[in-house]
């Protein structure tokens, strides 16, 4: 029995198989190749199955990318609570963030994503999704800078899980390593330190570097 095969056996592991498919087609060669032949054969499952667990394409693809960002946010979350973020500084979180983010391994199925954020802006009934996505991504990212004590951290979230998703992108569009993400977390979160919450009356440190008001 292939490993496939052994995963659609068990309960709900014929949907998961048919999303791992869908989302190593579309890694490799794009939306467009995604067909419900090429799904079932990659996921080694019968046809039926296919138009049996999806109607149609746009509940393949919307299912696939929710799964997968469930997924990473799990893991993600499981090593923010592993990680004690409430008792580590700026740089320790950084590198933590900088340590996950280099040993993601760009296969298909972390391709995924990218193109269907892409197809999202082409396809309107894929951006419910995709906000749903980037929306799990911004709780995260709250709760981490919450931790680390940055002020306004919410409205910071989602500035950060850009930066985090466009350096991705940039990693795997040239090959670039981690350590810029690093760098570029590093300033932010520094520029965000100054306003973050002190003891009651203490003032906040001004921020670092020449930041006199023009014409001073």
Do not use: W
Not at 39 to 62: N, P
Not at 82 to 87: A, G, K
Not at 130 to 159: H, K, N, P, Q, S
């Amino acid at each position: 029995m292939t490993a496939a095969e052994s995963g659609a056996a068990r309960p709900g592991g014929t949907r998961r198989c048919i999303i791992g498919a869908v989302l190593r087609i579309i890694g490799r060669d794009g939306v467009a190749a995604v067909t419900n032949r090429r799904i079932a054969k990659e996921a080694g499952v019968s046809l039926g199955s296919v138009t049996y667990h999806f109607a149609t394409q746009h509940d393949l693809l919307r299912e696939s990318l929710l799964r997968f960002v469930d997924e990473e946010t799990r893991r993600f979350t499981a090593l923010a609570d592993d990680s004690r973020l409430d008792r580590i500084g700026l740089d320790e979180a950084a590198a933590l963030v900088g340590q996950v983010a280099g040993g993601t391994d760009f296969d298909s199925e972390h391709i995924a994503p990218f193109e269907l954020y892409v197809q999202a802006g082409r396809d309107e009934r894929l951006r419910t999704a995709a906000a749903e996505c980037f929306a799990a991504y911004d709780r995260l990212a709250a709760r981490i800078l919450t931790a680390l004590g940055v002020a306004d951290a919410e409205r910071l979230a989602g500035t950060v899980v850009a930066l985090v998703t466009g350096q991705q992108l940039r990693r795997l569009a040239t090959g670039a390593s981690a350590a810029d993400l690093v760098d570029a977390l590093l300033l932010l979160a520094r520029g965000a330190a100054p306003v973050a919450a002190g003891p009651p009356g203490v003032p906040a440190p001004p921020p670092p570097g020449p930041v006199s008001p023009a014409g001073r």
